[in-house]
Nanobody
Framework: EVQLQASGGGSVQPGSSLTLSCVER????????VGWFRQAPGKEREGVSC???????YYSEFLKGRVTISRDIAKKTVTLQMNNLKTEDTAVYYC?????????????????WGQGTQVTVSS
């Protein structure tokens, strides 16, 4: 059984930073892409960032320059460092397997999702 555990969310003030982590268990091997998504209240889910096995990365325009995605293959962990957070970044952030392609910025439906971690940015 594939399991994803997302963590690291919290309530912060604008301009703050947060580091989200996604730990994967149960996927055979490590040749998969990991995507971070977010969903704000009343809005559709949107892709944030993606990284594949080779370390190729993709960032959505609305967060580019403020986020860094990284991956520890041995620990099966993908980290999303978010800086200079804004109120509009408030959302539940999810990680997912095989849900994106960093080579072309495409996002796909996936059967493998973490439970989400809440990020709230307010003054």
């Amino acid at each position: 059984e594939v399991q994803l555990q997302a963590s690291g969310g919290g309530s912060v003030q604008p301009g703050s930073s947060l580091t989200l982590s996604c730990v994967e268990r149960g996927w055979p091997g490590d040749d998969y892409a990991v995507g971070w998504f977010r969903q704000a209240p009343g809005k559709e889910r949107e892709g944030v960032s993606c990284i594949n096995r080779a370390g190729r990365k993709y960032y959505s325009e609305f967060l580019k320059g403020r986020v860094t995605i990284s991956r520890d293959i041995a620990k099966k962990t993908v980290t999303l460092q978010m800086n200079n957070l804004k109120t509009e970044d408030t959302a539940v952030y999810y990680c997912s397997l095989e849900s994106c392609d960093p080579a072309n910025g495409m996002w796909y439906d996936s059967a493998y999702w973490g439970q989400g971690t809440q990020v709230t940015v307010s003054s």
